[in-house]
């Protein structure tokens, strides 16, 4: 259970991941039960079955890994998809306008929800209905089971004269320069470019040769890759997306193990917690990203580290990591009912969210409570860390980040009650959070110690945030 004793315990971050592990190993038993007994379906594309067969035995899937639970995510919304078709035609076929209707609104959020957006709503705008649109897509996402479980998990060979369509991910580091490969990140740099980038047309994968074959007799070589940094018992792989993320490789890295340092200084607990749910940095060039990653890819967090400054970069890392916390329950446990009802205030957009926006900005933010309370009394007030020289500006940024986080998670407490008052919280998801709101009280007296160290501009800046979240109380109420 999540406590306060238990939110920065190895051992309970490793029950987190063993029951992933086991809902994953079961999928996987199931999947191979069915498709071993003989298995059919005619609303697959053809031919997908048959190669899935051979898929599914494939020892390489017999454990689970961050890569295998994305390859398994996309298998099940494939099922899903069909699941759906089946739906539509039936509806279609026996003229039932209403479900025909219901069943297209949830192909249609799909489709909307997923990274194939503009294509579906490009064919959409073609007068085509959402049934038709669903069925041309369709074979893409077969296309990505197959391409990526041979790019990505299987030592086995994809031989052959068909072509799978491959959908590069850039959440796991891949880019128009290179493709990163497997639990190892292999280095594939796409020399010459590929020209139908960000896709790629895969007619073989030879990872004994170390070769990738495309249509047009295009071939790609699978190198070694870059080798991964190491802090104490972490490993930590750099993925760099852009030019010049490889140019300043040695610079990122630095810089990160020096993050990684304070952390361990300032907060065992914060860098346990960090090693167990981090290890890949994918360095982002992107103007106004800050940081993001995927609940179906862990591990892998996407950071601007060409913009921000470098106790920016520290709150990164910890917020990322907080979303890898928080997807680990999520992605076996139902901790929210998720709705598009946006009657929540958040704090940091300045917007009204879901409930799932409110929930998870919650978890994450309260990480960058923890760490600028951490770095609050141990840079601000006792001066204690030697390895890092912090400036005046940065101990301001530091001391103002504490204050801040504070009164905007505290914010946040009465419309999670209100949302687990109205079902929109599972009792599981209330106490997780809940517990998380004990350990958001337990550095009021801190943060009230703290306003001492503010300078009147930045006194400002809080007391006029403490005026908008009062209205913002007022005018929305619940």
């Known amino acids: 259970m999540f406590t306060q004793k238990t939110v920065f315990d190895k051992k309970f971050h490793s029950k987190i991941k063993e029951k992933l592990s086991q809902s994953y190993e079961e999928l996987i038993f199931d999947l191979r039960e069915d498709l071993n007994s003989g298995y059919t379906n005619d609303f697959f594309?053809?031919?997908?079955?048959?190669?899935?067969?051979?898929?599914?035995?494939?020892?390489?899937?017999?454990?689970?890994?961050?890569?295998?639970?994305?390859?398994?995510?996309?298998?099940?919304?494939?099922?899903?998809?069909?699941?759906?078709?089946?739906?539509?035609?039936?509806?279609?076929?026996?003229?039932?306008?209403?479900?025909?209707?219901?069943?297209?609104?949830?192909?249609?959020?799909f489709w909307n929800e997923s990274d194939l957006t503009e294509s579906f709503l490009e064919l959409k705008d073609q007068d085509k209905s959402v049934f038709e649109v669903s069925k041309i897509l369709q074979p893409l996402i077969e296309n990505q089971i197959i391409s990526f479980f041979y790019?990505?998990?299987?030592?086995?060979?994809?031989?052959?004269?068909?072509?799978?369509?491959?959908?590069?991910?850039?959440?796991?580091?891949?880019?128009?320069?290179?493709?990163?490969?497997?639990?190892?990140?292999?280095?594939?740099?796409?020399?010459?470019?590929?020209?139908?980038?960000?896709?790629?047309?895969?007619?073989?994968?030879?990872?004994?040769?170390?070769?990738?074959?495309?249509?047009g007799d295009k071939r790609y070589v699978i190198t070694e890759g870059l080798k991964p940094i190491t802090h104490g018992n972490l490993s930590l792989h750099i993925l760099p997306n852009c030019e010049k993320g490889f140019s300043q490789i040695e610079d990122?890295?630095?810089?990160?193990?020096?993050?990684?340092?304070?952390?361990?200084?300032?907060?065992?607990?914060?860098?346990?917690?960090?090693?167990?749910?981090?290890?890949?940095?994918?360095?982002?060039?992107?103007?106004?990203?800050?940081?993001?990653?995927?609940?179906?890819?862990?591990?892998?967090?996407?950071?601007?580290?060409?913009?921000?400054?470098?106790?920016?970069?520290?709150?990164?890392?910890?917020?990322?990591?907080?979303?890898?916390?928080?997807?680990?329950?999520?992605?076996?446990?139902?901790?929210i009912i998720e709705d598009d009802e946006k009657i929540y205030f958040s704090p940091w957009r300045k917007a009204l969210r879901p409930v799932r926006g409110i929930y998870h900005a919650t978890f994450t933010f309260y990480w960058a409570l923890e760490l600028f309370s951490s770095l609050y009394k141990n840079v601000v007030v006792e001066d204690k860390i030697k390895s890092y020289q912090f400036s005046t500006e940065q101990k301001n940024k530091i001391t103002k980040r504490f204050i801040e986080e504070f009164e905007m998670l505290t914010y946040c407490f009465t419309d999670l009650k209100h949302a687990h008052k109205n079902k929109k919280i599972t009792e599981q998801g209330?106490?997780?959070?809940?517990?998380?709101?004990?350990m958001i009280e337990s550095h009021r007296e801190l943060q009230v110690k703290a306003y001492k160290n503010l300078g009147i501009n930045d006194l400002n800046s809080i007391n006029e945030l403490k005026s908008l979240l009062s209205e913002q109380r007022a005018h929305f109420k619940l």
Not at 82 to 101: A, R, T
Not at 296 to 317: A, H, K, M, T, W
């Open 45 to 109: 594309c053809e031919g997908f079955l048959d190669r899935l067969k051979e898929i599914i035995s494939d020892k390489s899937l017999n454990s689970y890994t961050d890569l295998n639970h994305y390859w398994s995510n996309l298998l099940e919304n494939a099922i899903y998809l069909v699941q759906l078709h089946e739906e539509c035609s039936e509806s279609q076929s026996n003229d039932d306008e209403v479900e025909f209707s219901e069943v297209e609104e949830e192909i249609f959020n």
């Open 151 to 215: 790019l990505n998990i299987s030592k086995n060979p994809l031989l052959g004269e068909e072509s799978y369509i491959y959908k590069a991910v850039p959440e796991k580091g891949d880019n128009d320069k290179c493709l990163y490969l497997g639990e190892n990140n292999q280095l594939v740099r796409l020399e010459p470019p590929c020209e139908t980038f960000p896709t790629m047309p895969v007619v073989g994968v030879n990872k004994h040769e170390n070769l990738i074959f495309l249509e």
């Open 252 to 335: 990122i890295s630095k810089n990160v193990l020096c993050a990684l340092d304070i952390i361990k200084e300032t907060s065992s607990d914060l860098y346990q917690t960090f090693s167990s749910f981090t290890h890949s940095i994918i360095p982002v060039d992107e103007p106004g990203i800050v940081s993001f990653s995927q609940q179906q890819l862990p591990g892998y967090s996407s950071i601007n580290l060409f913009e921000r400054d470098f106790v920016d970069l520290i709150d990164d890392l910890l917020h990322e990591n907080g979303h890898h916390y928080l997807n680990a329950f999520l992605n076996v446990d139902e901790l």
């Open 430 to 438: 209330w106490s997780l959070i809940s517990e998380s709101f004990k």
